[in-house]
């Protein structure tokens, strides 16, 4: 090869480096203007009334800032991990709407790299932008944002304690299970509510007595997380108090505990969901019936078939389903006489439960 051929190649080549670098660069600096051009959106005053009406009449252009502020993050997760450098940036903004919306951008993107930044932002001076910080960083899943979140407990803003107990409950790190405890004393109900939900996800037994104790709170929201989170928990010391929470004064308590009993398989709750198929609600009667279908004692039997003929369509459903569970020709009768009847759901799940019961009795020896 001559001298003037390698020197050619060798230009060649550097020409070919510095058109790659180049392209590199040119993508990477497009896609920040994006982001840039994007969080301006955000970052300009709404239009006004009169602005409003001129732009839908189409005597004025439309503006970014119509569009809310979902979109907006929308548009920055479809630019993809590229993004996040310029992202991250954005979290130091003058703006407070740019910064809450870098973060949701982030989370959304769910991009390693942003941890520590949002880790960081959970100390921002604004609520929001803590709160975005807190709920990102559980959908992270990212378990060097436990200790930080734990401190969040601690927020003088109830929405951000609310977020970082929801955000521990994802993360399922077991040093939350302390904190989660005493915050189910915490003065928001809203917060208290979250605390149980999130105990419930760590599953772990620990939190069963504080959940049981949870179930006398007054407000609505932390009874009804810590039947949930009983239920989640799966430990059968948790069976004597779903029970007691079948007779808890407030429907929306009794149901999900009537539903999580059905998924013990514990004999002890037979007699009280039996009890339950005569509860005021009639919301609270089918899902004890359906609890009943899962579990499949012979006591239930009976007081199922006559569940067929109560006066509400959701109870004759849930006891419908429950005797197809049973696989007992017995019930075959009874439920014919709901093919009849004037709900339609029930006169379906009437029709699939005998052919459950037929096609269970054909393929038997």
Known sequence: MTRLRKRT???????????????WWWRATAVDRRVNALLDEVRQEPPGILERWLSKLGLLPGRGADR?????????????????PELIRALGDGNVDVRRVS???????????????????????DKGVRVC????LGWLGDRRAAAPLIAVLEDSSATARRCAAGALGRLGDARALEPLIALLKDKDQDVRGSAAASLGDLGDA????????ALGDHAKRPRLCAARALARLGDPR?????IAALKDTQWWIRLPAANALGEFGDARAIEPLIAALADEDRRVRRWAALALGKLKDARAFTPLVAALKDDAPDARLGAACALGEYRDARAVQPLEALLGDGDAEVRMAAKEAIEMIRRWRDARP
């Open 133 to 136: 910080a807190a709920e990102c």
């Open 103 to 125: 973060a949701r951008a982030l989370g959304a993107l769910g991009d390693a790299r942003a941890v520590e930044p949002l880790i960081a932002a959970l100390a921002d001076e």
């Open 238 to 242: 948790a069976v004597d108090a779903l």
């Open 206 to 213: 620990r939190a069963i007595e504080p959940l049981f104790a």
């Open 68 to 84: 809310d502020s979902g979109d907006v993050v929308h548009d920055l997760r479809k630019l993809g991990p590229p993004a996040v």
């Open 9 to 23: 190649l060798i230009c060649l080549t550097l020409i070919a480096a510095a058109g790659g670098a180049f392209a």
